[in-house]
């Protein structure tokens, strides 16, 4: 059922519409220069080492076609680890094999591809299937990322991630993207994941939604979402922040992982991060981007602004249906 909201209520609620986005957001803060340090993966992982920041190791780049004949050579060593384009975006493209049993490879949904399907996945990346606007591409092989046990029941056959927005150097709003059956494993909430609203205070949930309802447990594991906190969370919101630095964009999404030993780890970043993060926290963000202004204006350094935006945008109270909903209405 599709239910229709009007414009003057959606002012109320300070839901930031993708015009306003583009304007005011993206097109305000965000020098076209600089967009091609978070459009190139590659390019961001560089700046990334060079500032201290953890991120996924790179096992190696493939940039021609004829390299691909030669994949095999390069993973014989590799058990597990990820072929993603360089400048792919919202998960297409990626491929994550978990396990392998000599030259067939166990993808994290638990299907089996060989080495043709690899190449062949590979040699599509190249050519720029998964690419911002179909450009000829390279594909990147990184280690797969060995995420913190603590979150292990809230994402089935894949990684959870963390979405940060952050506007100029303000942490704004936070949500965890947990991967489902219904989503092949991928933290997309367009093809199923669960979107968990993050309290930017001290990291507890807000709410859960799936296919834009919301749900109380996860649909495969059951795990109730009312009790998670995600560990690390200062160091959390220390890494966003620092990628405003690093990347002088004002309005940026930063995509972090959890790594059993090492911590909080940038996985990528987002010039244009998408507006669903409203709908997880079931909160607008115009409201909270006001306040980010105020406090970026004022706030003398990098730790000021957090500390000021946690005490800020605390929200103690959570927003989640009293009886128990696994999967959201009308998902498959």
Known sequence: MIRLVSPSTLRRLGILGMNRRNISCIGANNPRRNYQLVDNKLLTKKAALERGIVVPELYGVIEHQFQIDHILERLQDRDAFVIKPVQGSGGKGILVIVAR??????????????????????????????????????????????????????????????????????????????????????????????????????????????????????????????????????????????????????????????????GPMLLELNARPGLAIQVANQEGLIHRLRIAEEIAATAPDHDARVRIARERFHRPETVFPEEPVTTASGAA
């Not at 994290?108 to 990346?125: A, E, F, K, M, P």
């Not at 894949?158 to 991928?186: F, N, Y």
């Not at 990291?203 to 939604?209: D, E, L, M, N, T």
């Not at 309802?213 to 059951?222: E, N, R, Y």
């Open 101 to 262: 049993d000599g030259d067939r490879f166990v993808k994290s949904s638990g299907g089996v591809v060989d080495d043709r399907d690899l190449r062949r996945h590979t040699s599509n990346i190249l050519a720029g299937l998964h690419s911002l606007g179909g450009r000829n591409d390279y594909a990147m092989i990184e280690a797969l990322i060995d995420f913190n046990p603590a979150l292990a029941e809230y994402s089935y056959e894949g990684v959870p991630d963390i979405r940060v927005i952050v506007l100029r150097g303000v942490p704004v709003m936070a949500m965890m993207r947990c991967a489902t059956h219904a989503s092949d494993g991928k933290a997309n909430l367009h093809q199923g994941a669960v979107g968990v609203g993050i309290d930017i205070g001290d990291g507890h949930s807000i709410a859960a939604v799936q296919f834009g309802s919301l749900v109380t447990h996860h649909p495969d594991t059951g795990a109730c979402f009312k009790s998670l906190r995600l560990p690390d969370w200062d160091a959390i919101l220390d890494l966003a922040a620092s990628c405003a630095e690093m990347t002088g964009l004002g309005y940026l999404g930063a995509d972090i992982v959890l790594d059993r030993q090492r």
